[in-house]
């Protein structure tokens, strides 16, 4: 008998028992599709946690000036102010291989006035780059020009919140004059607050200028905050050390060097933290795998039972041990593997519900669903090999004597 009679055999069995095969596959359906979900909510909940700690503007990492300790000197005396930068580094640092966007901002604080409304404010200096970098959102008007930022323009962009304070819905803000600490500024565009909304007070808005005004309003420098984001978010530890290395290397610092805050231990860390919080939760799942595994065991050895007299007549037909033991092994591998799958399509629809109501995005992974399949006949053959070689040991005369 081939493998492929032997399968339709299988089949046909569980066809004409069909209530006892999906009672007996109820325990590999919960647990397959248990351990499938709770992987998926796993790296659901790996990636979130990712974006959320680690990048907050999607694949940036900030570059700051770290001076070198001279031996003898103390942590007062050394010279840890950073060097100035303008747009030019920026173009230098636009070029490194992996760089998708620098970001070069300064900040400031002021005291916002139009009409009878006035509150203390949030300056954020940006370049031309800035919006299309942070894909910020604008409501009305438009973003800084690079003429905005090297003719030093006094305009001024107010997010959603500011506008909220300082116009009324049905007044204009574009082409209004507000004014900053006694000047007069033009809005140019209103954008979408960054701000959550819990964390919104009211008045409390942030405003954007080119970064050359905030410089000459306040007399910082025009680049207080250096970042880059990387095209490739597996790579950002090392795009951003390459782009510290050649701003470096480029203002041909002695006493000092650019360098980054490395995530990658942290991150490291939670999916450490993550691994273990599935892997744990899994193996409970997991023991209904075991106990499914045990029902299969159990329903295989009744029907051996019941197919004593079939075995009999098979071997005095000729049938050896090992062909009688490769039918049950496929029967029972065949029983598991159809309740995997009917795992997967539960775990399919729970991981649907999973997203719909929870923070988190889960999916079930091709290869998870892959290797659920596998472990779930890998189970068959395991439970299937006691009742299978109960049934290879039978003697032909004593089974067909079998009543």
Same mark, same amino acid.
């Given at each position: ?17 069909? =209530?006892? !095969? ?12 248990? +351990? ?55 173009? $230098? ?23 009878? &409304? ?12 800035? %919006? ?11 973003? %800084? %020009?690079?003429?905005?930022? #090297? ?6 962009? =107010?997010?959603? +919140? ?5 116009? &009324? ?9 507000? #004014? ?72 041909? /610092? ?44 159990? $329903?295989?050895?009744? !029907? ?12 005095? /037909? ?5 062909? =009688? ?18 795992? $997967? ?6 991981? $649907? ?7 988190? !995005?889960? !999916? ?13 006949? %890998? ?25």
């Amino acid at each position: 008998m081939s493998i492929w009679e032997s399968f339709k055999i299988a089949l046909s069995s569980i066809w004409n028992h069909k =209530i006892r !095969s999906i009672l007996t596959m109820l325990g590999i359906i919960i647990g397959v599709a248990a +351990v499938i979900i709770i992987v998926a909510i796993g790296q659901g909940a790996r990636k979130q946690m990712t974006e959320d700690l680690f990048s907050t503007d999607k694949n940036a990492i900030e570059l700051f000036y770290e001076p070198i300790p001279v031996e003898g000197e103390t942590d007062a005396d050394m010279y840890w102010m950073p060097p100035q930068l303008n747009s030019e580094d920026l173009e $230098i640092l636009a070029e490194v291989p992996g760089v998708k966007a620098v970001l070069g901002t300064n900040q400031g604080w002021g005291t916002m006035v139009h009409g009878d &409304q006035q509150g203390e404010m949030q300056i954020t200096g940006v370049g031309a780059d800035y %919006f299309s970098a942070k894909n910020v959102q604008i409501e009305e008007g438009r973003a %800084f %020009f690079a003429r905005d930022v #090297d003719g030093l323009n006094r305009v001024v962009m =107010i997010d959603t +919140v500011a506008r909220e304070k300082f116009f &009324q819905p049905s007044e204009g803000a574009i082409g209004e004059i507000v #004014d900053f600490n006694g000047n007069p500024y033009k809005v140019v565009g209103v954008y979408e607050s960054s701000i959550p909304e819990q964390y919104r007070q009211e008045g409390m808005g942030e405003i954007l200028m080119p970064r050359t005004v905030i410089s000459m309003m306040f007399g910082n420098m025009e680049i207080e905050s250096l970042s880059v984001i990387a095209s490739d978010a597996e790579k950002i530890s090392e795009t951003g050390r390459l782009a510290a290395d050649t701003l470096t290397e480029k203002k041909k /610092l002695e006493n000092g060097m650019y360098n980054i805050y490395d995530q990658s231990q942290y991150e490291q860390e939670v999916n450490t933290v993550i691994t273990i919080m599935t892997l744990v939760i899994g193996s409970i799942a997991g023991i209904s795998l075991l106990v499914g595994g045990i029902g299969v065991m159990n $329903i295989m050895l009744v !029907s051996v039972t019941e197919r004593t007299r079939e075995i009999g007549l098979r071997k005095a /037909l000729g049938a050896t041990r090992g062909k =009688i033991l490769l039918q049950f092994l496929i029967e029972s591998a065949t029983l598991t593997s159809l309740g995997g799958m009917l795992g $997967i399509g539960l775990a399919a629809v729970g991981t $649907i519900i999973v997203t719909n109501f929870a923070p988190i !995005s889960a !999916s079930v992974s091709p290869l998870v669903a892959l290797i659920g399949v596998g472990f779930s006949a %890998f189970i068959g053959v395991i439970f299937g090999i006691l009742p299978a070689n109960k049934a290879s040991k039978l003697s032909p005369i004593d089974a067909l004597r079998y009543e």
